[in-house]
């Protein structure tokens, strides 16, 4: 089952304390920065509009990480994925 909202910005949340605790990243690092953009973006994965579930569409793994950890793994795509998808020729 796809747990949507918090679940997702919370298991982004452990990730950001694992790099922190075990990669010894820097909690002002612009990297640390980053992920907690990412992290708002990712409290979207597992919802729906008018009926359709919506897809992240990135290369970025830890948006995939997340997503599994949350039973939502089929709502983030890569690129590549979604290009075949579509039937489109992939971008290079």
Same mark, same amino acid.
């Given at each position: 089952?796809?747990?949507?909202?918090?679940?997702?910005?919370?298991? +982004?949340?452990?990730?950001?304390?694992?790099?922190?605790? +075990?990669?010894?990243?820097?909690?002002?690092?612009?990297?640390?920065?980053?992920?907690?953009?990412?992290?708002?973006?990712? +409290?979207?994965?597992?919802?729906?509009?008018?009926?359709?579930?919506?897809?992240?569409?990135?290369?970025?793994?830890? +948006?995939?990480?997340?997503?599994?950890?949350?039973?939502?793994?089929?709502?983030?795509?890569?690129?590549?994925?979604?290009?075949?998808?579509?039937?489109?020729?992939?971008?290079?």
């Amino acid at each position: 089952m796809c747990s949507r909202g918090a679940a997702a910005a919370i298991e +982004f949340e452990a990730l950001i304390w694992e790099k922190i605790a +075990f990669q010894r990243a820097k909690p002002d690092s612009r990297h640390i920065r980053s992920l907690r953009w990412d992290q708002r973006i990712a +409290f979207n994965i597992g919802w729906a509009m008018r009926g359709r579930q919506l897809w992240l569409i990135t290369d970025d793994g830890d +948006f995939a990480r997340v997503a599994r950890a949350v039973g939502c793994e089929d709502r983030v795509r890569t690129l590549a994925a979604y290009e075949r998808w579509l039937g489109v020729e992939p971008t290079r």
